[in-house]
């Protein structure tokens, strides 16, 4: 499948039959979708179960889709409403929010890759530091730090595919990057 058709394309295709399509998407979105459900949720059992669930809800749904958006805001929000229903399940009520409003501004989350032993072990070290600062955030700011970071979705895809507004979407997403720098040392 020509990876220059577009997300929306390729459903619009597996909507009218062509189980390529669905495979293209598959392929796209797979390692992204299951990463996001993995850093949510520590059981890797039930992130795996999530994630089957979304794809069978993709599957369950083909034949309503339509392009009101970005292939990755609905399939996000299927992740989201299967995320919310887990936590309700286990916990009897939503998530909560921690929000600081005096967190620093938004920067980019950037990871530097070299060759040079000594560093790569270094990297190594960072990255499990962050997976370590991943489970430390709320519910709420870990969702949108992975949407963003791991979906791709903007801060108007995180807030429409959680059902929030782009303002709570913003402060989730800017918290969360200031507490990671700062669980990271900058």
Do not use: C
Request: proline letters at 4%.
């Amino acid at each position: 499948m020509d990876s220059e058709i577009t997300d929306e394309a390729l459903m619009l295709r597996y909507r009218d039959g062509d189980a390529g399509a669905f495979e293209a998407l598959y392929q796209r979105h797979r390692g992204p979708l299951y990463r996001y459900f993995l850093r949510q949720w520590r059981d890797r059992a039930a992130a795996e179960e999530m994630y089957q669930d979304v794809w069978t809800g993709v599957i369950r749904s083909r034949a309503r889709y339509q392009t009101t958006a970005k292939f990755t805001t609905w399939l996000y929000r299927m992740a989201h409403n299967r995320l919310m229903d887990e936590y309700r399940r286990r916990h009897g009520r939503d998530p909560v929010s921690f929000d600081d409003p005096d967190g620093p501004p938004l920067d980019q989350v950037a990871a530097e890759r070299t060759a040079d032993p000594e560093r790569e072990a270094e990297n190594r070290e960072q990255a499990a530091r962050l997976l370590g600062a991943l489970q430390a955030l709320p519910e709420v700011q870990r969702e949108a730090f992975l949407m963003h970071e791991e979906g791709g979705l903007t801060l108007e895809e995180i807030a429409a595919a959680t059902g929030v507004g782009f303002e709570t979407a913003k402060s989730r997403l800017r918290y969360a990057v200031a507490r990671l720098r700062r669980a990271l040392g900058d």
